[in-house]
Nanobody, 122 residues
Framework: QVQLVESGGGLVQAGGSLRLSCAASGRTFSTYAMGWFRQAPGKEREFVTAISWSGGRTNYADSVKGRFTISRDNAKNEVYLQMNSLKPEDTAVYYC???????????????WGQGTPVTVSS
């Protein structure tokens, strides 16, 4: 079992930055790939980025490539999402999730946090 708690969301102006954190419980955190997904109002949840268990492999949605960076600290059981050059279209609830294997499909992720809202004003 892995429990995930996100934090760091909030209101920011376009062009600004936010850093989201996801704290995980459970001694097996370091064996899981981690991902960030987001869901905007009235839209389906979409993949944002993922990182392998070792941190050696990452993947980004085209919409955030070059602006967002995922990282993890297995010693602290945490994963992070650094978001720069934010745009109004980045407004969404952001969720972290854990999966046994690296991937981009939400159905492959077994554990989910409760989400943290991010609002980017224009």
């Amino acid at each position: 079992q892995v429990q995930l708690v996100e934090s760091g969301g909030g209101l920011v102006q376009a062009g600004g930055s936010l850093r989201l954190s996801c704290a995980a419980s459970g001694r097996t955190f370091s064996t899981y790939a981690m991902g960030w997904f987001r869901q905007a109002p009235g839209k389906e949840r979409e993949f944002v980025t993922a990182i392998s268990w070792s941190g050696g492999r990452t993947n980004y949605a085209d919409s955030v490539k070059g602006r967002f960076t995922i990282s993890r600290d297995n010693a602290k059981n945490e994963v992070y999402l650094q978001m720069n050059s934010l745009k109004p279209e980045d407004t969404a609830v952001y969720y972290c999730a854990a999966a046994p294997f690296f991937g981009t499909q939400s159905v492959k992720y077994d554990y989910w946090g409760q989400g943290t809202p991010v609002t980017v004003s224009s």
